[in-house]
């Protein structure tokens, strides 16, 4: 099967470009539903159940354009370190002297002094920043920080669905060895059945015995129909979790899998701080927050820009045109307290933004040390629940002999099978418990 490998939403933090790409998935005939969902219809290893809900989750795909809108902002942001030119017309007729504005959702904005008579007017304006104290450079830090943090988010969500995805693998895998155990005792069942019936019509056995071996078949045949239930709805749920249409055939190529492991605690969660993406959102919007702080500081500096216009004046009388050239600087002096109330704001936004980092740091060292937890008592259980299954094996053999040499009773056998069942059943949840444990912590360390 041909796969290609799945790219990141990232963003470059020097140019300030985000990298929106499409993840790559095993090659698919994108069919759709009538409803317009995709239809997939082939064998899935996890990894590859992992890039087809990549590919169609509509979780990711709206956190992808999320990532679009803040790449968006950071052009925007830098589009007011360039010039900015505009052409404004205005016709007008009045009975006296006017200012008439252009409108303000063009920048820069015209303004026209219209004289008491018919007038058309049209106009060419240049601006451009000499100095704004860092207030445009500010802006831009920010949105491009902000950008980052929205790219991290989105691979928050890569994440998450990545292990809803494993995880409901996982479930279908469970659900699929109890269908098996309840099958073998089904089958174990009816060979008993077929002994007692033929013991009972020899007169060897009494009839409850019969019964009692016919009730226990038909308990067997009522949980192999409930385990197929079950692995039908875990699929259900795996074709949800993976944005696919549920008349979407899939074959699960991969198998529950063990394997002892011990890993350290201290090393997890140095990796975990280094690579989970919501710390590095948390730290990207610190460093939007401190370019907001400088923006708001730059208020304190003066604004300055220079200024080119040219002008076409046509009214009763003649025509007229001019030019300017010039350099326009303000500054406030009274504000009333405006600037360093914006700087205290921005300070406190700042502070903020450093306590979420903390916090989000503690999130994942108690995510690390959850996830090792479950991990490290999954794997003993695993362990266990093997031995559980080989001394049942064991002990359903020995009875079953003592059965047929006559010194063990029918219940015994049937009692001695059950418990073989629910030993096997164990070992199956065992598994597929420590096989979640195994990617919550991968996932826990920012890893997919």
Do not use: W
């Not at 020995?398 to 010194?407: C, F, N, S």
């Amino acid at each position: 099967m041909r796969s290609c490998g799945v790219r990141r939403l990232t963003i470059m933090g020097g140019l300030g470009v985000a990298l929106i790409v499409l993840i790559g998935a095993p090659s698919l005939s994108q069919e759709t539903d009538k409803t317009g969902q995709p239809v997939v219809s082939q064998a899935v290893s996890i990894n590859d159940a992992v890039s087809i809900a990549l590919k169609n989750s509509p979780t990711v795909e709206a956190r992808r354009a999320t990532v679009a809108a803040a790449t968006a902002r950071v052009g925007m942001a830098r589009a007011m370190t360039r010039p900015q030119v505009t052409t404004t017309t205005f016709a007008t007729a009045s009975s006296m002297d006017m200012i008439v504005p252009g409108p303000d959702s063009v920048q820069p904005q015209n303004f026209t002094l219209t004289p008491n008579k018919a007038r058309l007017d049209q106009n060419l304006m240049a601006m451009y920043p000499l100095y704004t104290g860092g207030a445009l450079k500010g802006r831009v830090g920010s949105a491009r920080a902000l950008a980052e943090a929205s790219s991290s988010e989105a691979t928050t969500s890569e994440l998450d669905v990545a292990l809803a995805v494993k995880n409901a693998y996982y479930n279908v895998l469970l659900q699929r060895e109890n269908v098996q155990a309840y099958q073998r005792r089904v089958t174990e069942a009816t060979e008993r059945v077929r002994i007692a019936q033929e013991s009972y019509n020899a007169g060897k056995i009494a009839r409850f015995d019969l019964l009692r071996n016919q009730t226990d078949l038909a308990e067997a045949q009522q949980q192999v129909n409930n385990a197929h239930r079950d692995e039908a709805m875990a699929l259900i749920d795996m074709k949800n979790a993976m944005g696919i249409s549920q008349s979407s055939a899939l074959t699960l190529s991969d198998t529950l899998t063990f394997k002892s492991e011990q890993p350290n605690l201290e090393d997890l969660q140095a990796k975990a701080v280094s690579q989970r993406p919501e710390v590095a959102a948390a730290r990207a919007r610190i460093r939007s927050a401190a370019a907001i702080l400088g923006v708001a500081k730059s208020a304190y500096k003066p604004q300055v820009y220079a200024t080119a216009m040219a002008d076409v004046s046509t009214m009763r009388g003649g025509t007229d045109t001019g030019y300017l050239l010039g350099v326009t600087a303000a500054l406030p002096i009274l504000d009333g307290g405006q600037r360093k109330s914006a700087v205290n704001e921005s300070q406190a936004m700042l502070q903020q933004m450093r306590a979420d980092e903390r916090e989000a740091i503690l999130m994942v060292d108690r995510d690390v040390a959850t996830s090792a937890a479950q991990l490290g008592a999954a794997t003993k259980n695993v362990t266990l629940s093997e031995a559980a299954v080989a001394q049942a094996e064991e002990d359903y053999r020995v009875i079953r002999l003592r059965y047929e040499a006559g010194k063990s009773t029918n219940v015994e056998v049937l009692d001695a099978l059950a418990t073989l069942t629910r030993a096997q059943t164990n070992h199956a949840e065992a598994l597929y418990n420590y096989n979640v444990a195994r990617e919550t912590l991968t996932r826990a360390t920012g890893q997919r």
